[in-house]
């Protein structure tokens, strides 16, 4: 299969860890270019820089994004007007409007589109979700404790710190509890998205989970954890010795070359959107 030429926008420090590397790899994609609004950034990720959008639109046939909420669901649209396809990070916009604004782009452009949940492309997190689908889940509960939002800390970045753990890390626990223990039909939150965020959710099989959030904790802290309880059984998810990476970059290029979606599309991310819009709602300012 032809490598998928895919653009970049955005060159900030995952986009120097993750997308480039990623891209740039191959064999399934590589990195035909990168726009950024600091040019002098774009240049040290080895691929072309330019200097208009639309001329890096010109040199690829995707376009994955590494900026913040906001300028994804600007940028995301104009790129499913151009018939490209999105490679788009979690969240899918700042807001629920935004995000509607880009899943329905994709909609009728018809253009392929793929979440980067990155917890969902590891082969320990499938193994998980195989073991929860034989189990009869019926409860399940959730803990990512970081001081992410602390200090001079890489991650401290504006939106982050206007918006917390809830748009940030929420995305890819929502999403993961969503998988393992059915849909999500009904949210209730307390707490504090710059502080301590706690999240009640039921799931359309009745089940019920529950998650805890935070991005401003100090000290030595324990791993992330992931554990769903069934009838038959329970299961947890271990930590990662593969690279998810690799499978991203493997799917998106099946997914823009094989069409047919995937199943992290942004019609997905409009609706883990929803659950944090609502859950949003509800916590203190």
């Known amino acids: ?27 399934h994609t590589r990195l035909a270019g990168v726009w950024a609004r600091r040019p002098e950034n774009a240049a040290l990720l080895g691929a072309p820089v330019f200097t208009r959008v639309e001329e890096l639109f010109d040199a690829c046939e995707a376009v994955a994004f590494c900026v913040p909420p906001a300028v994804q669901a600007e940028f995301a649209v104009r790129a499913a007007r151009a018939g490209k396809a999105l490679l788009l990070e979690k969240p899918l916009a700042d807001s629920l409007d935004n995000a509607r604004r880009v899943a329905d782009a994709v909609a009728e452009t018809g253009v392929a589109s793929q979440m980067v949940l ?37 991650y401290a970045t504006p939106w982050r710190l206007q918006r917390g753990v809830l748009l ?45 959030l935070c991005m401003a904790a100090v000290g030595d802290l324990p791993p992330a954890t992931v554990a769903v309880y069934g009838r038959t059984g329970n299961a947890v998810l271990l930590p990662f010795d593969d690279d998810p990476l690799e499978t991203i970059a493997e799917e998106f290029a099946q997914t823009v070359r094989g069409g047919g979606g995937h199943p992290l599309d942004a019609a997905h991310g409009l609706r883990i959107q929803k659950i944090i819009a609502e859950a949003e709602s509800q916590l203190a300012p």
């Open 118 to 154: 990155t917890l969902r492309y590891a082969t320990q997190t499938r193994t998980f979700l195989a073991r929860c689908g034989q189990i009869q889940p019926f409860g399940g509960h959730a803990a990512n404790i970081s001081g992410a939002l602390i200090g001079d800390h890489p």
């Open 1 to 27: 299969m032809e490598p998928v030429a895919v653009g970049l926008i955005g060159a900030g420090p995952w986009a120097r860890e993750a997308h480039a590397p990623m891209l740039a790899k191959g064999p």
């Open 168 to 212: 940030d890390v929420g995305p890819h626990v929502i999403d993961l509890l969503d998988a393992a223990l059915g849909p999500i039909t009904g949210v209730r939150a307390h707490g504090n998205p710059l502080g301590w965020t706690g999240l009640l959710l039921e799931h359309e099989n009745g089940g019920v989970s529950e998650v805890s």
